[in-house]
């Protein structure tokens, strides 16, 4: 039994168009009539297409999938399978993370409003972390901007953090750097290099909140104030600089609105009870 292209395209569910490219790589061989032109198929050459659509599915490309079904020896396929094995077992490690990544997320997100003002002491994160913008300049040296693509490759794996120095929290300037952090479980996962500029941050007691900083240019380590006056109202010593994340940016009252999470490290000090970090 013999089929035209069309029979084979709709047998296979795929265009005449591919049919062709492996015809063109030397998948298939079908037979042209003289009289009219017309390729026909034989149940042969259907087998091999079907070879095709299966290593296909693995998510080979066309190319390769026309070499493995026609040119390959027994140790290529051997070999091109152990390194696909290998490909999804990192792109299934990725998933998860992922997966990981945006649950974590989530509850981020629900619990920002109900924390919004709400001053808490907690541990603070273990994270590492490197700052590549002071206030609207960034850093362009040629060895920072290598390590800031690294790093947006993380994403949305790492966090876009920010740290503002003790003293201007006290003296009330507008200073504060921003860069990316990731908590230490995903370093480890990733692999990262933990080396000047990118700087570990032991988890601290601290004071924690989430404020928000409305319209462009809005954001200033005044917005801490509350975190301020809860750390004097309650007799409390800062350590060091406050360190957050921006946690999201939504649209509210016509201002593009950003949430914001902050830790604070205070002195422990005998019955101050402080939650594990959140």
């Known amino acids: ?36 032109d017309y390729r026909y ?21 066309i190319d390769q999938v026309a070499k493995m079904v026609s040119r390959a020896s027994y140790d290529d396929i051997l070999t091109t399978m152990e390194e696909k094995e290998q490909e999804i077992e990192a792109s299934l490690r990725r998933q998860e ?54 790093w947006l490759q993380y994403m949305p794996l790492c966090h876009r ?9 006290q003296n009330k300037t507008d ?29 601290e007691p601290s004071v924690h909140t989430v404020f928000t900083s409305a319209g462009k240019d809005a954001f200033s380590p005044r917005r801490l104030k509350p975190l301020m006056d809860f750390v004097r109202e309650n007799g409390l010593t800062v350590t060091g600089n406050a360190r957050g994340n921006l946690i999201c940016s939504v649209l509210e009252d016509g201002k593009l609105t950003g949430y914001f999470e902050v830790w604070l490290p205070i002195e422990p000090r005998e019955g101050l009870e402080i939650a594990p970090a959140i």
């Open 1 to 36: 039994m013999r089929y035209k292209i069309g029979d084979v395209a709709k047998i296979l569910g795929i265009s005449p168009d591919l049919l062709r490219y492996y015809e063109k790589k030397g998948v298939v061989k079908p037979v042209k009539d003289k009289n009219n």
């Open 175 to 203: 200073n504060y750097a921003w860069g990316f952090c990731l908590s230490m479980d995903y370093v480890r996962e990733l692999g990262v290099p933990v080396e000047l500029p990118v700087k570990l941050l032991p988890s």
């Open 161 to 169: 953090c920010f740290e503002i120095e003790r003293e201007d929290l």
């Open 41 to 61: 198929y034989e149940p042969w050459d259907i087998n091999f297409l079907i070879d095709c659509l299966w290593y296909k599915n693995f998510g080979f490309g």
């Open 97 to 150: 993370l992922l997966l990981r990544r945006a649950r974590e997320y989530l509850v981020t997100v629900r619990r920002a409003r109900d924390q919004l003002g709400k001053c808490s002491l907690v541990w603070s994160p273990e994270i590492v972390r490197y700052l590549n913008r002071y206030n609207y300049l960034y850093d362009n040296s040629p060895e920072l901007q290598q390590l800031s693509h690294q």
